[in-house]
């Protein structure tokens, strides 16, 4: 579903970041699956392609549904979408891929690293109480959501690297201790492969089932080329845009 979306709203949540709220038309009431799905986002009116950017929060609304995006700038066409201002209308593809497999009853561990934070909180809305967070950062600038998460989940960690937030180091140690206090049902995960490498051997360690969202470079977004195909554990090849973006941890190939 391609759908021209006024911004209603934008922020900076961090130094480094910037939110923006989408008037999406019908698009969550259409094709909301579970959190963690994406949009894909039409960044300049050149031939420059469509760029993937998770939903952070989605609401099915009157007269339109809402969506908001977090998101950081790395290269041409997120820097195109930065300078957005509200007011005007993105073209937006979407709601593409599978989302996490929860349910708004379960009691999830949701660990979030850098900007792969913001997904992870359309999962603590949706478990509005049944989720606990833990959420990396480089330092006290690149923070973000963590207020955002205090409203939905009893515990919130925060670990940063320099240690100027939180725990010093990285999302691993907060995670060690509350799955070693809490019995959950599941761990989701969205970050950079090394953090879900950790995250995903942590979860094995403690026997709690493990979803991890994967990051790849996409071109349609519809599964119709082979521009995010990965290799998998088994040997076979996915398509990260139409079979994730979250994958069952068991089935990725952390070594490739
Ligand atoms: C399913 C999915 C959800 C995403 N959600 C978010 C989000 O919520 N917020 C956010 O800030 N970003 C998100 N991203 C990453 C975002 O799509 C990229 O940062 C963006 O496409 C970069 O485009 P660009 O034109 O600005 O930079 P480019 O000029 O295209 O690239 C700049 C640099 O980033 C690298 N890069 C670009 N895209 C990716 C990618 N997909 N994976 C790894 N490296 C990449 C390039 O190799 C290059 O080094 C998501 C990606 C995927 C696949
Ligand atoms: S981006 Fe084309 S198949 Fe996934």
New binding site residues.
């Given amino acids: 579903m391609e759908t021209k979306c006024p911004i209603v709203y934008k922020d900076t949540p961090s130094a480094h970041?910037v939110r923006m709220e989408l008037e999406v038309g019908r698009m969550v009431a259409q094709s909301f699956r579970s959190p963690g799905q994406?949009v894909h986002i039409k960044?300049g009116h050149s031939r420059?392609l469509r760029?993937?950017?998770?939903v952070?929060t989605c609401q099915s609304d009157d007269p339109a549904d809402l969506l908001t995006?977090?998101?950081?700038?790395?290269?041409?066409?997120?820097?195109w979408?930065a300078r957005r201002e509200v007011g005007e209308s993105l073209d937006v593809l979407g709601l593409l891929?599978n989302g996490f497999q929860m349910d708004p009853k379960s009691r999830c561990l949701l660990v979030g690293g850098g900007?792969g934070v913001?997904?992870m909180l359309g999962c603590a809305q949706y478990a509005n109480g049944n989720c606990d967070a833990v959420l990396g950062f480089r330092d006290t600038g690149h923070a973000l959501l963590v207020k955002e998460f205090q409203a939905h989940c009893p515990t919130v960690a925060v670990a940063t690297e320099d240690g100027s937030l939180g725990e010093k180091g990285f999302v691993t140690g907060p995670m060690e201790a509350l799955l070693a206090a809490h019995s959950y049902d599941a761990v989701l995960c969205c970050g950079p492969k090394p953090m879900l490498k950790a995250a995903a051997a942590l979860a094995k360690a403690h026997g709690v089932p493990c979803q991890v969202?994967?990051?790849?470079?996409?071109a349609c977004g519809v599964g119709a080329c082979l521009g995010?195909a990965v290799q998998m554990a088994d040997g076979t090849m996915k398509h990260?845009?139409k079979d994730?973006?979250i994958f069952d941890a068991s089935e990725v190939d952390w070594n490739g």
């Avoid at 760029?51 to 998770?54: D, G, K, M």
């Avoid at 995006?69 to 820097?79: A, D, L």
């Fill in positions: 970041a994406f960044c420059l760029r993937p950017i998770s952070c995006i977090v998101f950081e700038v790395r290269g041409e066409g997120t820097e979408l891929g900007i913001p997904p969202s994967l990051e790849e470079r996409m995010c990260v845009c994730g973006p």
